[in-house]
């Protein structure tokens, strides 16, 4: 499985922005799709994730409320729309395709895409 993510970029504080991730190759496996973030320094974070199977999305506690993760079967694609963005919400995001429960454990998804850097000036 391979993955693409795009729409980064530098914003500014309230501004809106849509990440896209497309995965091709043996997708069918991979029954969630996640974004994750890693600002410099940090651990990586859980940001949202949904399932290929439903529409139950699931968001970290910083994001809930702002982001909106969406997915398209069709494309293979899965979107983060973030809204209102803050300063703490600059860092580098990651998609990643994987299966299991724990949809916000990192270990629970076996392919990552390069990441794309989000930054958000106050």
């Known amino acids: 499985v391979q993955l693409q993510a795009s729409g980064g970029g530098l914003v500014q504080v309230g501004a809106s922005l849509r990440l896209s991730c497309l995965a091709s190759g043996r997708t069918s496996g991979s029954q969630i799709m996640g974004w994750f973030r890693q600002a410099p320094g940090k651990d990586r974070e859980f940001v949202a994730a949904i399932r290929w199977g439903d529409d139950s999305p699931y968001y970290g506690n910083s994001v809930r409320g702002r982001f909106t993760i969406a997915r398209d079967n069709a494309k293979s694609a899965v979107y983060l729309q973030m809204n209102s963005l803050r300063p703490e919400d600059t860092a580098v995001y990651y998609c990643?395709?994987?299966?299991?429960?724990?949809?916000?454990?990192?270990?629970?998804?076996?392919?990552w895409g390069r990441g794309t850097l989000v930054t958000v000036s106050s």
């Open positions: 990643a395709a994987g299966s299991g429960d724990i949809v916000t454990d990192t270990s629970q998804y076996a392919y």
